[in-house]
């Protein structure tokens, strides 16, 4: 974390300057708006955490509910989600009270006797070390409080309005803000309050859940398993025998369904997903009226030779899934496409909808605000085309198709009865097989405006074009201390450079020293010049030098200037830019980087846009160009 660059800082240093719309910020929604969102749930807020930290846009967020949400619903978090939070700034204190899953046991029915259960495996959670962040399980309503003071603390000062639902909304393309939306006030139990006003806006994010209004309204269509599952899912202070009750476990026994048991935050909670069943034609949402007795009462038979005795419910419900994603996330059909620009999105719930084995509905929703946000905000700006917006679209739709069918797949897994298997150790060998998928790290992007092709994949095969950066450690120059590189990268709509040094120390004439001076003075460099938003255009980049030499053999103030660049109201030195290897460390040796150098492009959501040589100026530029191009360029065009 940098502080004290525009001079001391007293008290919380997590705490940013109020600025822009952030200044005496009205507490009403006002009557125009460059973005709405409508919905608080994971996807929502984090479009509205990362955009509340630009303080030139005028961003709000609607709830139906009355007030935050207290407890309930998802609870885990992937190590994605997790890396994800150190941009934002909370990983440690998430992790600090979460319940960190380590290992994962596997329960069946008894060869011997298969109307009770015995444990057979206990599999590793991460055996493949994918990610140095932790799978945690910690309340969706504590994610959704870490966001809240991210945007309160941010220049924004951003808060959700509480108690507003959506009705519908309008476009007119030809109008300065395009998109009419149709609102009204709503007391707890959703009784409307008062008349229905509006508000006008330049875009609109649907992340309403899986009931989405939005979704209705923009044509797009739900695709796939429409015959539910019913689950009961509680959370618990409960008595039991049974051994494995503080560790994660998938526990199927012979005829009477499945229970992913799921230890929760401060040591007793435990949270049990129940399986219901398939759920019968023409229920009409009956099975969400099972009481909870009845859920305590199926989990002990799925249990069966141990008990539970539940002493206390701290939340419960009755939910039905079924395997959906929607055919598209924005409201460009399909006939329309490349002749017109999004303007509205949906998100989380609204687009993909799935079981909870796999518990990927928060971090998957996460990750469409993540993928958003920074789009929205450089086309706002000015910085990027409108064009940008068509690739949210192109990528999660994708990724959610390819959730839906692992999720398919797994769960089809944890319903079948072991005698179906070829291996009886099947279950437990996929789940380890295949743990980079649920972890979040399987994600992997295919050409577009913001993501190259890996015609130079060589350079830095642990780096692969699509894919999210994986940190790795490295020392920094300035006071010698082993960090984490990936952990230096905040969500604040920056790209990132990292340029891989070829083997001259710094100071020295080399591939590092010519690009550097490149990427400081020549009139195509992404850096040089002033953008569309009258900043200079080097504000939006973080550019860093990993030599391959240990910190101790080479001088910081050596490195090219543009590694050190002067910032803040007093134009102090930024001394954090500039990197060796860490002691047992190497990370050149451990991402596969050429000693020959490389430069590796990371978007503002952390995935690698870009792997380039270091002699490659007019890539690194024409890349750039397009993404975000000069505004000569734009004014000549």
């Known amino acids: 974390m940098q502080f004290h660059h525009n001079g001391y800082v007293t008290g919380d240093p997590r705490v940013q300057r109020a600025a822009g719309t952030g200044v005496d910020r009205p507490s009403e929604l006002p009557d125009t708006m460059d973005v709405l969102i409508v919905g608080e749930g994971p996807a929502g807020m984090m479009t509205a955490a990362q955009l509340s930290q630009f303080p030139e846009l005028n961003v709000r967020l609607v709830e139906r509910r009355p007030s935050e949400l207290l407890i ?8 994605r989600s997790v890396e994800t939070f150190q941009a934002f700034g909370f990983a440690n204190r998430i992790v600090e009270e979460s319940y960190r899953i380590s290992e994962m046991a596997f329960w069946k029915p008894d060869t011997k006797n298969p109307t009770s259960i015995v444990r057979t495996a206990i599999a590793p959670d991460d055996a493949h070390g994918v990610s140095e962040f932790p799978h945690i399980i910690v309340n969706q309503a504590r994610v959704m409080q870490y966001f809240s003071e991210v945007m309160r603390n941010s220049p924004t000062r951003a808060v959700p309005n509480y108690g507003i639902e ?3 909304h309008e476009l007119d393309e030809s109008a300065e803000y395009p998109l009419t939306v149709t609102l009204r006030r709503v007391d707890a139990d959703g009784t409307a309050t008062g008349e229905p006003f509006t508000v006008r806006t330049k875009y609109l994010v649907g992340a309403d859940g899986a009931r989405s209004q939005i979704r209705r309204d923009i044509g797009a269509s739900r695709q796939g398993q429409q015959a539910a599952h019913a689950w009961g899912v509680m959370d618990t202070l409960s008595i039991s025998d049974f051994p494995d009750l503080r560790t994660k476990c998938a526990i199927q026994s012979h005829d009477g369904g499945s ?30 009226q099972t009481p909870i007795e009845d859920i305590v009462a199926h989990a002990n038979r799925i249990l069966n030779p141990y008990t539970v005795e539940v002493k206390n419910v701290a939340w419960w419900s009755v939910y039905e899934v079924g395997h959906r994603v929607t055919d598209r996330f924005d409201d460009v059909p399909a006939e329309l496409l490349g002749q017109r620009d999004p303007r509205v999105f949906i998100m989380g719930d609204a687009c993909h909808t799935h079981s909870a084995k796999a518990g990927q509905g928060m971090n998957v929703s996460m990750q469409d605000g993540f993928n958003l946000g920074w789009k929205l905000a450089h ?16 990528e999660r739709q994708v990724i959610a198709q390819n959730l839906i069918d692992f999720d398919m797949q797994w769960s089809s897994m944890m319903a079948a009865k072991p005698e179906d298997f070829d291996s009886p150790t099947a279950l437990e060998d996929f789940y380890v097989r295949t743990a980079e998928f649920p972890a979040g790290f399987m994600t992997e992007y295919t050409d577009s405006l913001v993501c190259g092709t890996a015609d130079h994949q060589e350079l830095a095969t642990g780096y692969t074009v699509g894919k999210r950066f994986r940190s790795a450690m490295v020392s920094r120059r300035s006071d010698g201390n082993p960090i984490q590189l990936g952990h230096q990268a905040q969500a604040d709509g920056k790209w990132r450079i990292y340029v891989f040094a070829d083997a001259p120390l710094a100071g020295e004439e080399s591939g590092v020293s010519a690009l550097g001076s490149w990427l400081a003075t020549d009139p195509s460099s992404p850096l040089v010049g002033v953008g569309a938003d009258g900043k200079d255009r080097a504000e939006w980049f973080d550019t860093k030098v990993i030599y391959q030499q240990p910190h101790t053999e080479f001088e910081l103030l050596n490195a090219p200037e543009v590694f050190r660049p002067l910032y803040g109201d007093f134009k102090v030195m930024q001394y954090d830019r500039v990197f060796g290897t860490a002691p047992g460390s190497d990370i050149f040796e451990e991402r596969g980087i050429s000693r020959e150098g490389a430069i590796v492009v990371v978007r503002p959501d952390q995935y690698v846009a870009q792997v380039l040589p270091l002699s490659a100026t007019e890539k690194l530029g024409a890349f750039f160009e397009g993404v975000m191009p000069h505004p000569a360029a734009v004014a000549g065009a």
């Open 72 to 79: 309930g619903q998802a609870d885990g978090i992937q190590a």
């Open 166 to 168: 959506y009705i519908g």
């Open 259 to 288: 229970i992913l048991l799921i230890p929760r935050e401060g040591g007793q909670l435990t949270r049990m997903y129940v399986d219901l069943g398939e759920v019968a034609e023409g229920d009409n949402g009956a099975v969400r």
């Open 379 to 394: 086309v706002l700006l000015g910085l990027a085309p409108q064009s940008l917006l068509a690739t949210y679209n192109g």
